[in-house]
């Protein structure tokens, strides 16, 4: 009998399964390629919004025009209690607030107020990023005080160490060099590096007559080294114009977000 010779065009074709596994692989390095462009040319960047942008939104009309439409709320007055409530939010592309939260509350209906004033009556100048409006994330504080002074001398307010300070002026101290020159001094600690911890500290903290940072103190910390290292950078690194009130430079508190990311 004869034998007969196998032709290769009688053997299966691995080619379409070949073209397959070269397509996933194109795929796959397309998508590595623009997760690494995204990564690196938007570090402060989050799900949510930014945190640092070229320009950052302006409220229009003031902490002080936005504190003075703040309704005290009846079982506060009553129960005496006062208070800072920091509230957290994102600055949309139009300017408007959304998804306000507390950072810090006070209780007593002073934090649903603060949500409120916020939520209602804050109306911002876009952050922009790039040549282009972008959702922003910021925190401000609303101040909740009994005194009959609140208005006439804007907030004033004591530390623990019975110094005065001021948390709204009519000029709000000026950070020099920005937010983005700031985050630049950031050294990212070796701990949470290795941990691969991310995550954004609110640092704040009194900015004296001289423009000089004092008392700063954490809000919100993440851990893993990342809120000494906001500390850090804001008392050593952070230099302001100070705030003005009447005309004069006054101590003035405030808060900074610090960011963390890896890269």
């Not at 009688?10 to 194109?26: E, K, M, T």
């Not at 003035?252 to 960011?259: D, F, G, H, K, S």
Request: cysteine-free.
């Amino acid at each position: 009998m004869a034998s007969r010779e196998t032709s290769t065009d009688d053997l299966p074709s691995n080619r379409p399964y070949s073209g397959q596994i070269g397509l996933i692989a194109v795929l796959l390095l397309v998508s590595l390629f623009l997760l690494i462009s995204m990564w690196d040319s938007d570090s402060e960047h989050t799900s949510d919004g930014y945190v640092i942008v070229e320009q950052m939104p302006e409220l229009i009309g003031g902490l002080r025009g936005l504190q003075a439409k703040v309704k005290y709320p009846e079982v506060a007055q009553k129960a005496h209690v006062e208070g800072r409530v920091i509230v957290q939010f994102i600055v949309d592309e139009n300017g408007n607030v959304r998804d306000a939260e507390i950072l810090r509350g006070a209780g007593a209906g002073l934090d649903q107020e603060a949500i409120r004033v916020i939520s209602e009556h804050a109306k911002f100048t876009p952050g922009f990023q790039d040549g282009k409006s972008v959702p922003v994330r910021l925190s401000i504080p609303i101040v909740f005080k009994l005194d009959n002074e609140f208005e006439s001398q804007s907030e004033q307010s004591q530390s623990t160490e019975e110094q005065v300070f001021y948390e709204i002026v009519e000029q709000e101290p000026e950070l020099i060099g920005g937010l983005s020159g700031l985050q630049a001094k950031v050294k990212y600690p070796e701990i949470a590096r290795k941990a691969h911890v991310e995550g954004r500290v609110i640092v704040q903290f009194i900015v004296d007559e001289n423009g000089n940072v004092r008392d700063a103190e954490i809000l919100r910390g993440a851990g893993a080294g990342l809120n000494e290292e906001a500390t850090r950078v804001v008392m050593e690194e952070a230099e302001f114009i100070p705030g003005h009130q009447n005309g004069r430079a006054v101590p003035t508190r405030m808060a900074l977000p610090i960011v963390f990311k890896l890269r």
